[in-house]
């Protein structure tokens, strides 16, 4: 495996369900990032990881739990979802947290919650 | 406070025509600036990146942006557009410095190249 991956790809639930998103990245970073991009809206930050530690939490709502157990791995776990929360979430990396690090994106997991 | 605002949501241009894309950027120190793309169903690719170096820089794919601090501009271009050039095209900027840097992204143009 190369880059940043995500599993799954795709996922439905249910509002009363518990999901886990995964994300790994094999580039040696030590910076991982969640992001949220709906239709007809700007990529929204939800979590910035910086080795293992919660760097930033952008408001998001407590029903998104993210975990990062080490440098190369993180989760985003899901409970009782709204359908507005149906979208793309993308994880990305970066090699460190400074604004010059360009930032290496997964391809992102299709999520519907109905 | 940082924002980045692309003007034009959708650009539509004939195979071999060039290709021009907007970004306006508002920051209160001097920023980095990059250019992604999204395909579908893809994740974003980085294109190219602004660090305070050359102000025109080169990208893959034949892309390439100019840094213009006198117009907050750093305009994505390619001389002739080519079929597969089609996809989502975001512009993000981030603060300068060696503390966190959090990427504020536009909100996307979408590219479309006729035969």
């Known amino acids: 495996e190369t880059g940043v991956t995500q599993t799954p790809r795709h996922l439905v639930m249910g509002m009363t369900n518990k999901k886990s998103l995964k994300c790994e990245q094999h580039?040696?970073?030590?910076?991982m990032y969640w992001y949220k991009q709906s239709a007809k809206k700007p990529l929204e930050l939800m979590f910035v990881?910086?080795?293992?530690?919660?760097?930033e939490n952008n408001s998001v709502p407590s029903r998104f739990s993210p975990e990062c157990p080490n440098s190369s791995h993180l989760f985003l776990h899901l409970h009782t979802l709204q359908p507005e929360d149906s979208a793309l979430y993308l994880c990305?990396?970066?090699?460190?947290?400074?604004?010059?690090?360009?930032?290496?994106f997964g391809p992102g997991t299709r999520l519907t919650v109905t | 406070a940082q924002s980045v605002t692309q003007l034009g949501s959708h650009v539509s241009v004939s195979e071999g025509a060039l290709v021009l894309l907007r970004c306006n950027y508002s920051?209160?120190?001097?920023?980095?600036l990059f250019w992604y793309v999204q395909y579908p169903n893809q994740g974003l690719q980085l294109l190219l990146k602004?660090?305070?170096?050359?102000?025109l820089v080169k990208g893959i794919n034949g892309f390439e942006a100019e840094f213009k601090k006198s117009e907050t501009s750093f305009h994505l271009t390619k001389p002739s557009a080519h079929m597969s050039d089609a996809a989502e095209y975001f512009c993000?900027?981030?603060?300068?410095?060696?503390?966190?840097?959090?990427?504020?992204f536009g909100q996307g143009t979408i590219l479309t190249v006729h035969p």
């Open positions: 990881y910086s080795l293992e530690e919660r760097v």
């Open positions: 602004y660090t305070s170096a050359a102000t």
């Open positions: 993000a900027v981030s603060a300068g410095g060696t503390s966190y840097g959090k990427l504020t």
């Open positions: 920051s209160s120190v001097p920023p980095y």
């Open positions: 580039l040696g970073h030590n910076a």
């Open positions: 990305a990396s970066s090699q460190g947290l400074g604004g010059r690090y360009e930032q290496y």
